[in-house]
């Protein structure tokens, strides 16, 4: 799809092209938690089955990430607000019914960490 951003012409990819970027973008990037559950739902939505499975396998990977850092002790005030925040972004994958239940089970392992 072209629309004009900046003066421009340029292409902004939709569909299927625009999901495998997204799982592109998703992979490369080291935080852990830079996965949207909207976001991921609105991948998921427009995506092929063979790119639900790869969208599953990289989120899972986040989500695993995020619960294993959970396991690290908390000992300064930040370090305890980006544990709350972790538990936050995994609870709301592991209680959304929009979410595959293979993708619920690995956010809801961050439960354990309460």
Not at 5 to 21: C, F, I, K, P, R
Not at 57 to 79: C, D, E, I, N
């Amino acid at each position: 799809m072209l629309i004009w951003q900046n003066e421009q012409l340029t292409t902004v990819q939709v569909g299927e092209d625009a999901v495998q970027a997204y799982i592109k973008t998703t992979a490369q990037r080291r935080e852990i938690n830079c996965v949207g559950l909207r976001d991921y739902c609105a991948a998921r939505q427009a995506a092929t089955p063979a790119q639900r499975a790869q969208l599953d396998a990289v989120v899972s990977a986040k989500l695993a990430h995020g619960v294993a850092t959970l396991a690290l002790p908390a000992r300064t005030w930040y370090q305890k607000r980006a544990r709350q925040i972790t538990r936050n972004w995994l609870a709301g994958f592991a209680q959304s019914t929009d979410v595959p239940a293979a993708v619920r089970a690995v956010a809801a392992q961050g439960g354990m960490y309460e």
